[in-house]
């Protein structure tokens, strides 16, 4: 195989990587996957031998004996030491700023309010695992407008291991009295015999309820839909009439005084969207769009591009590492949003800063009613002098650098690199911080480590009797006669290709979230992988490769443009994934359907149809059911139609239906009942080992 060819074909490596690494493996349906090979580099993208890279470092005039002359061309060696740092700062490293989440958010005071309570709970355990903690209100809570009750029994989700004296993925800190979030929160969860899954969806974690407990959870506003609107009174906007009341009065950025809205009336329309919210679900994108996703899978490799439109697709690991960098900045770094409110949303930053710090967790970041002088505030430049006071300046900017080329904060750029001009990479001299290393560190080590994920066996006795009867072959074949494979293709069942809107007609709203940076992205600049943080303005830079991605450095992938895509998302570990489609609006309850020996099924229990019937109560969806609702028509029509009858699933509210995708297999598209069942069966044998048990 010629190395050059390798090297310089973009587009063939995007479609059939794996070949690279396997040149002679025959793929068969129903055999295990490739998984990532140890050794291999990553170069943008690009798994290469070490013979190859070497080759590529040596063409750019390095020495390839020089380990350092990988990271100055931006390759990255896979090596097991990498992978298992990856994994510790996976499930031990607390994302996003502190000033930010507890500071202003204040998650650490609003989790403490339930501490109590699982604490109790865990200790009820003597020890044993749980899937889904149920905790005892010990005392009312209100949220919004909802009071749940002293001796409520809510299912939280959270996990805990065997032996485990704390929640899976939230780290207590003795240090600041806070309590870190990690991506295992989401992303892991335990086996029955308790031990960790990572990569397994949380599906049912209860993020909706945890998030409204925090005080100032409105400081997240931008999340949810902050259109201005009549027809949906609703609308978070901070200058929506209905929220006027006991707001601060600030100075905006043109000079002009305006008026907060009251803060207890906003918090409490806030936490009222986030309790319309399904478990499972959550919302990243500070777009001001209610588009809310299920937690998707995490068997990351090669299902490039990442998240549900595939914005997240170049650079290092194939979009995966400037993702992860993400998750620590653009998606969770509540102040940074700032920069571009005015710009994507008609949002003043001043009034986004203001109503972001008006009601903060800690009173010391509360905007004062006026200045000493009797002048209104101005948010941004009073809360430099504060931070300047407390000795936390640039507090938001914690473990975070402004990318090259983006300009100077609080005026960066996006690019497809990054999405409010930062990257997550912290400080190389912190011994104590695992994150901690040469730029960018942290976040490859993190794409190693879930590129070497992979899903669990699927141990079920349906599994087995499938496999047994010829059910799951038998599905096979359906799958390639139903065109399935076409989209998603064997091994990997995926294309690695974002489908515009108009061909998948799933819920739009995901798909449009990007949009509005289009017109402002520069070039994506990554400094090369030696450079140490703090980084001296002497760093080399390297441009990262947007070949095959899109059609210039400076627009959003091919696939959204012009009106928003998604990406064929894998279908391994479907079984653990439930329900389905990006905004998991695909959803039926166990016990709801009654199958009978011929495959022919009937509704028993319609209360349990929709995210109605499953995690909008905090109930999870059954995969085979479910998955029957995603290829039965008139299933689906049903599903539908339940997911529509509940305002807190409107368009208006959270956003989630289930409709779209529309690749029936049933007797409409010529198929029998039993082919259909034979298809679920298949669908949920894809584990590591498809055709074994
Ligand atoms: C609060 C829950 C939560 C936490 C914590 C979280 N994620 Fe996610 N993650 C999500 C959701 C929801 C999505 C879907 C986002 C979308 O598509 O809009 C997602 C998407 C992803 C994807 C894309 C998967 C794909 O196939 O496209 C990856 C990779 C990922 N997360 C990794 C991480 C990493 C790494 C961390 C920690 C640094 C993390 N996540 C922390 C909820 C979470
Ligand atoms: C034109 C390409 C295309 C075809 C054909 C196609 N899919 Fe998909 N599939 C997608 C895309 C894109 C998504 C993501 C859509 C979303 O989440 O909004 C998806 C999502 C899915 C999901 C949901 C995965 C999850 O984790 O939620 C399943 C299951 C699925 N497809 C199965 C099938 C089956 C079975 C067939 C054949 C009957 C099929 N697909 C045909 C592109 C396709």
Redesign the pocket.
């Known amino acids: 195989m010629a190395v050059a060819g390798i090297l310089l074909s973009n587009s063939w490596m995007g479609n059939q990587p794996a070949f690279a690494t396997f040149p002679r493996y025959n793929f068969q349906i129903l055999q295990p996957a490739p998984t990532q090979p140890v050794g291999y580099y990553d170069y943008f993208g690009k798994l290469l031998s070490p013979r190859q890279a070497a080759k590529l470092v040596k063409h750019q005039g390095l020495n390839p004996r020089d380990p350092v002359s990988y990271q100055k061309i931006g390759a990255v060696e896979i090596t097991q030491e990498l992978i298992d740092k990856g994994e510790e700062i996976y499930f031990n490293r607390k994302i996003g700023d502190n000033f930010g989440l507890q500071g202003v958010f204040g998650f650490a005071q609003g989790f403490a309010t339930v501490l109590p309570e699982i604490r109790t709970a865990i200790a009820q355990l003597n020890g044993q695992p749980t899937s889904n903690l149920q905790i005892t209100l010990q005392k009312n809570i209100t949220l919004g407008n909802r009071t749940f009750h002293i001796g409520d029994v809510i299912n939280t989700g959270l996990k805990v291991e065997k032996g485990g004296k704390f929640p899976l993925g939230f780290i207590p800190d003795e240090k600041t009295g806070t309590i870190g979030v990690t991506c295992a929160a989401c992303h892991a969860t335990v086996s029955q015999e308790g031990k960790r899954l990572a990569g397994v969806p949380n599906g049912e974690l209860a993020i909706p309820f945890l998030i409204a407990l925090s005080p100032n959870s409105a400081a997240g506003f931008v999340r949810l839909n902050t259109q201005l609107d009549p027809n949906n009174p609703l609308n978070l906007n901070p200058l929506n009439p209905i929220y006027k009341g006991d707001g601060k009065t600030i100075i905006d950025s043109k000079g002009n005084q305006v008026e907060l809205p009251d803060p207890q009336k906003f918090e409490t329309a806030f936490d009222d969207a986030v309790l319309d919210v399904p478990f499972g679900h959550f919302e990243s994108s500070p777009d001001g769009i209610d588009d809310t996703t299920q937690i998707?899978?995490g068997f990351t490799f090669q299902n490039h591009p990442y998240t549900?439109d595939g914005g997240f697709s170049v650079g290092s690991f194939n979009g995966l590492s400037v993702f992860n960098s993400a998750v620590h900045s653009s998606e969770i770094n509540l102040l940074a949003a700032a920069q571009l409110s005015e710009q994507t949303l008609g949002i003043d930053s001043e009034v986004y800063i203001g109503t972001f710090l008006q009601n903060a967790a800690d009173p010391r970041l509360r905007l004062p009613e006026r200045l000493p002088d009797g002048n209104y505030v101005q948010p941004s430049v009073w809360l430099r002098q504060q931070q300047q006071q407390l000795g936390i300046l640039f507090a938001e900017l914690e473990d975070q650098i402004p990318a090259p080329g983006a300009g100077n904060y609080p005026k960066l750029k996006p690019s497809l690199a990054t999405f409010n001009g930062l990257f997550f990479s912290p400080n190389s001299g912190q011994a104590d911080d695992i994150a901690s290393g040469k730029f960018f560190f942290a976040a490859n080590a993190m794409s190693a480590f879930q590129n070497s994920l992979v899903p669990p066996p699927n141990r079920s006795q349906e599994n087995w009797k499938a496999l047994r009867s010829g059910s799951v072959q038998r599905g096979a074949r359906v799958?390639q006669k139903?065109?399935?494979a076409?989209?998603?293709i064997p091994p990997f069942f995926t294309d690695n290709k974002i489908?515009p809107l108009e061909?998948?007609r799933?819920n739009s709203a995901r798909a449009k979230s990007r949009l509005g940076l289009n017109d402002l992205l520069v070039k994506p600049k990554l400094y090369t992988y030696d450079t140490t943080v703090p980084v001296s303005a002497s760093a080399e830079v390297l441009d990262v490769p947007t070949e095959g991605i899109s059609d210039t450095p400076t627009t959003l992938p091919k696939g959204i443009l012009p009106n928003g895509g998604?990406?064929?998302?894998t279908?391994r570990g479907?079984y653990f994934?439930a329900p389905?489609?990006?905004?998991g609006g695909v959803a039926v309850r166990e016990g709801s359907l009654k199958v009978f020996w011929d495959g022919r099924y009937r509704v028993v229990d319609p209360t349990g149809l929709g995210l109605t019937g499953t995690l909008s109560r905090g109930l999870p969806a059954d995969p085979a059911s479910s998955?029957r609702a995603?290829?039965d028509h008139q299933l689906r029509e049903q599903v539908v139609a339940a997911n529509k009858r509940n305002p807190a699933l409107s368009p208006q509210r959270s956003n989630l239906d289930g409709t779209?995708?529309e690749?029936y297999?049933d007797n409409q598209t010529g198929f029998s009942i039993q082919q259909q069942t034979d298809?679920i069966n298949f669908?949920l044998a894809l584990d590591d080992d498809p055709g074994n048990f």
């Open positions: 998707p899978s549900a799958f139903a065109n399935c076409s989209c998603h489908h061909e998948i799933t998604y990406k064929t998302t279908l479907l994934s389905y489609l990006h905004d998955l995603l290829l779209g995708h690749f297999v298809l669908l």
